[in-house]
Structures are given as C-alpha cells and as structure tokens.
C-alpha cells in the first residue's frame, strides 16, 4: 500500500508544474494559431488587390476571365450552315465501322516508304477497296468542308470536360491522308488535292475551339494534311496549274490565320473558374494534378495544401491565380506581337513560379509554354509547304529548281517565310533527288531536317510525318536537273 501512496504524492507534487505547462504550450499553440490566421487575412488582403489589379488589366487587354464569357465569343449557328453537324455524322459512321480494317493499313509498313518508292500492289489494292467502303464517309467529310462555320457541341464541365471528338476528328484526318496516298499513286492528282483540302477544313473546324488540347489536334491534323499524302501526291503525280497554285494559298491563308491565342484564353477562363471554385470550396488542387501529370514531388504538397483551412489558403488562391493571369497577359501581347517567347522567358516564368508559393501555376505552366513552341513548329511546316509548292511551280515554269527562296519573290510568294525559332528566313536546299524546305525546330539547331525529312539509313524505319518541314521527291519538272540559276 505504501507505494501507490508514494506514488500519488509526486503525482501531486508535480501536478500544479505540469499543469503550467500545458497551459504554456496551450498559450503558445494559440497565440501561433492568432499569428497565422492574422498572417493568413492579412495575405489574403494583399493578394486581393493585386487580383483585383490583375483582373481589371485583363479588362482593359479584353480577355475573359470567365468561360462563360469566352463561350459568348462562339455563338452555335445554324445546322445547315454549322459544318459540326456532318464531322459528327462522320464521326459516327466511322466508329460504327469499327478499328480492324482502317487500323490495320495505319500500321501497314509501306508507310514508312518515301514517296520516291512506289507502294506495295497488295497494300494498294487492299488500300483501294478499304477506301472505297468509307467513300460514303469522305462524302460526308466533303460536305462539312463546305460549310464555313463550325462550332462542336460540348457539354463544359470545366477541367473535366469531356472532348470525344478530337479522337474522332484526328482519325478522320488519317482517313483523308490515307485516301490521299491511294489518288497519288493511282495518279488522280486533282482528287488528291481535294482531300487535302478537305484535311485542311477539318484542321480549321478545331482551330478556334477555345481549349489547348483542340488547338493542338487541330495542329496534328494540319501536320497530318501536309506529310505523307500531300507529300506523295506532289512528288509522283502532276498536279493542275490553277490547283498548286490555290492550293498554296489555301496554305499560307491557313498560316496566317493560325493562332493559339483563342485556345489560351480559354484555357485562362478555365484555370480562372476552378481558381473561384477552389475559393467556394468546390474543388481541389489534387483534382488538376491527376490531369496535367503534376510531379511526383509536388504530390506532397498539393495533399497538404488541399487539407488546409480554406481561410488560411484564399490568398495563396488568389496570388497564384494573379500569377497564372498575368502570365497569359504577357504570352498574349507577344503572340499579337508575333514573337516567340524565348526559352529564356519561359524558364524566367518557371522559375518564377517553382519558387513563389503558385502551387496550381507550377502544374500548369510547362505544358502551356509547350503548346507555344509546337504551334510555333506547326505553323513553320505549314509556311515550308507553302514555299516548297511555290518552288514546283518555279520548276515547271522555269525547268529547274530556284536557287534560293529569294527567287520566288514577288512571283511564286509575297515574301520569303520567317523561321519563328532562328528569325532567319526557311532553310531551302536542293538535294539530288529534290528539295527540302525546313525550320531549326525546338532544339534551334539546323541538322539536316532530320530525323524524318531525310531518307533514313538503309534497313532504318522513318516516319516522314515531321513538324518542321516539307520535302518534294522529284526532279525539276522537264529540265536538265536541279541546276542553280
């Protein structure tokens, strides 16, 4: 009995010392818990303000900050004049005919030929009566072509939004290319140049479609309507005068035309609706990481960030998206510009968010300065398709290929195409079979137009269907070769 006693009076002895302590370090927890929160507010107050800043900036440069708003900029016409009615409709006709046939041709080794060789009989064949059972849905894709709206019906749902179409489009593309190899080796060059322009038209239906991942379809479809088919057509067969020549001018107007702006301010829209959702508590961080792939790193601290009081983390909300819109503001008045951002600015910007408390912005902004360059590559190839068709009209007229693209000017193009990586003018070489007209591309080096727009090494499988450039395989047109002027 003693030792229960013994131990009940230090108990008591130490009880009014540990119960100062605790009430010290319950003090302490408080007073820690008044900082952050007064911190907290106090952030959330400053952070408004340059949002508020952020925003009337954004006003001012009239970009939308809603989707809402961005959605009002493309209104739904008509369906006799809204050529996503018949896409749709073909869209649906090719799904019901299912992947076996059409899929085995797109894995079929004989693409990987250079337009120099002439396609396996049996692959033609097979290629031929395959086309011909989706005639009915290249009729249908002519049709659309036709129209000169197009505006697909999407159920928004923000960041979740789900676009079927772009799948469906993009195989749609492949169709054409396909049917346009088959009127190329069958020498139909005029039936060849409408699937093009077909291919071309069904690239521009998603190219004011206000979201990056359309705008980028839309670029693999106009890259897709101007690499192997085109390629071919131009190289074995003989294309009509009046159709090369409107044919290139369908291209360049497409250049000219082609924006990613359109797509980034939806992009910002969305960004900036689930910004205002997260502060409603709607939503979370973790929810844009799965999407954009965040880092493995960063996990972490988005599953901690999003377990936080919701008032303790509104002015890290409203800073980051303060960041993400003044970014966009910044990357618009270069596009307007017509300057490409430099791999220096882009790294200033992510270092600039990596080291900021922009937990959102730092998941978002590598794939936004992607897209960029891409576009920037894409619009090169279509620019290199243009100059390499005006250099074939050179030929035909002159019997041999134009010593450089200066020679072209004012008759064949308005001016020679700017390189967007290097500021130079589009490399133009003549090879021995042809000409090559190409960009640096994204690593900003000249290398040949390689690895796909050169003939690859013998027992090597290339692909052709590069970003950067276009090739002709052919000599000049009834002359003694490709002997400069």
């Keep these: 009995m003693s030792e229960p006693r013994t131990l009940w009076k230090k108990l008591m002895h130490w009880f009014p010392t540990l119960t100062r302590v605790a009430l010290v370090g319950l003090f302490i927890l408080c007073a820690l818990a008044v900082v952050v929160s007064v911190a907290a507010v106090i952030y959330d107050i400053s952070?408004?303000?340059?949002?508020?800043?952020?925003?009337?900036?954004?006003?001012?440069?009239?970009?939308?900050?809603?989707?809402?708003?961005?959605?009002?900029?493309?209104?739904?016409p008509d369906d006799s004049k809204n050529a996503a009615c018949y896409y749709e409709a073909a869209f649906s006709l090719l799904r019901a005919k299912g992947k076996g046939g059409l899929d085995d041709l797109l894995r079929s080794n004989a693409l990987n030929l250079t337009p120099d060789e002439a396609l396996p009989e049996e692959f033609v064949a097979d290629l031929h009566a395959r086309i011909s059972e989706y005639g009915?849905?290249?009729?249908?894709?002519?049709?659309?072509?036709?129209?000169?709206?197009?505006?697909?019906?999407?159920?928004?749902?923000?960041?979740?939004?789900?676009?079927?179409?772009?799948t469906r489009a993009r195989r749609?593309?492949?169709?054409?290319?396909?049917?346009?190899?088959?009127?190329?080796?069958?020498?139909?060059?005029?039936?060849g140049i409408r699937l093009v322009r077909d291919n071309l038209a069904l690239s521009r239906s998603l190219a004011e479609e206000p979201l990056l991942v359309s705008n980028l379809v839309s670029q693999a479809i106009g890259s897709i309507a101007t690499a192997g088919g085109l390629q071919r057509l131009v190289s074995r067969t003989d294309i009509p005068a009046?159709?090369?020549?409107?044919?290139?001018?369908?291209?360049?107007?497409?250049?000219?035309?082609?924006?990613?702006?359109?797509?980034?301010?939806?992009?910002?829209?969305?960004?900036?609706?689930?910004?205002?959702?997260?502060?409603?508590?709607?939503?979370?961080?973790?929810?844009?990481?799965s999407l954009v792939g965040g880092k493995s790193d960063s996990n972490v601290a988005v599953s901690v960030f999003d377990r936080m009081p919701l008032f303790l983390k509104k002015g890290y909300?409203?800073?980051?998206?303060?960041?993400?819109?003044?970014?966009?503001?910044?990357l618009f008045d270069k596009i307007d510009s017509g300057v490409l951002i430099s791999p220096a600015e882009q790294d200033a910007?992510?270092?600039?968010?990596?080291?900021?408390?922009?937990?959102?912005?730092?998941?978002?902004?590598?794939?936004?300065?992607?897209?960029?360059?891409?576009?920037?590559?894409?619009?090169?190839?279509?620019?290199?398709?243009?100059?390499?068709?005006?250099?074939?009209?050179?030929?035909?007229?002159?019997?041999?290929?134009?010593?450089?693209?200066?020679?072209?000017?004012?008759?064949?193009?308005?001016?020679?195409?700017?390189?967007?990586?290097?500021?130079?003018?589009?490399?133009?070489?003549?090879?021995?079979?042809?000409?090559?007209?190409?960009?640096?591309?994204?690593?900003?080096?000249?290398d040949g137009g390689k690895p796909s727009l050169v003939k690859p090494a013998d027992g090597d499988k290339g692909d052709y269907d590069d970003y950067n450039g276009f090739r002709i395989w052919r000599r000049a047109a009834r002359g003694p070769g490709d002997e400069a002027e």
């Design 47 to 76: 952070s408004s303000a340059k949002l508020r800043d952020a925003r009337q900036a954004a006003a001012d440069a009239n970009v939308p900050l809603l989707m809402k708003a961005v959605l009002a900029k493309h209104p739904v």
């Design 136 to 166: 009915c849905i290249i009729d249908v894709l002519h049709s659309g072509a036709s129209r000169q709206e197009c505006v697909y019906y999407i159920r928004w749902d923000g960041i979740n939004t789900l676009l079927p179409h772009l």
């Design 349 to 446: 910007f992510r270092q600039r968010a990596e080291s900021g408390p922009y937990v959102i912005a730092r998941m978002l902004l590598p794939a936004i300065s992607r897209s960029v360059e891409q576009t920037e590559c894409r619009r090169a190839r279509l620019l290199a398709t243009a100059a390499a068709l005006a250099a074939l009209r050179f030929s035909r007229d002159h019997n041999r290929w134009p010593a450089s693209l200066d020679a072209l000017v004012p008759d064949y193009l308005a001016k020679v195409p700017a390189d967007p990586f290097s500021g130079a003018p589009l490399i133009y070489k003549i090879l021995d079979d042809g000409i090559i007209v190409y960009c640096v591309g994204l690593n900003r080096t000249d």
């Design 242 to 289: 009046d159709d090369l020549v409107s044919l290139q001018k369908e291209i360049e107007r497409l250049a000219d035309e082609f924006s990613i702006r359109p797509a980034l301010e939806g992009d910002l829209a969305i960004d900036c609706d689930f910004h205002n959702s997260i502060l409603a508590g709607r939503s979370a961080v973790e929810s844009t990481a």
């Design 317 to 330: 909300i409203k800073g980051d998206m303060t960041f993400l819109i003044s970014f966009y503001l910044e």
């Design 172 to 191: 749609c593309a492949r169709l054409l290319n396909l049917a346009t190899l088959l009127a190329a080796e069958e020498n139909r060059p005029s039936d």
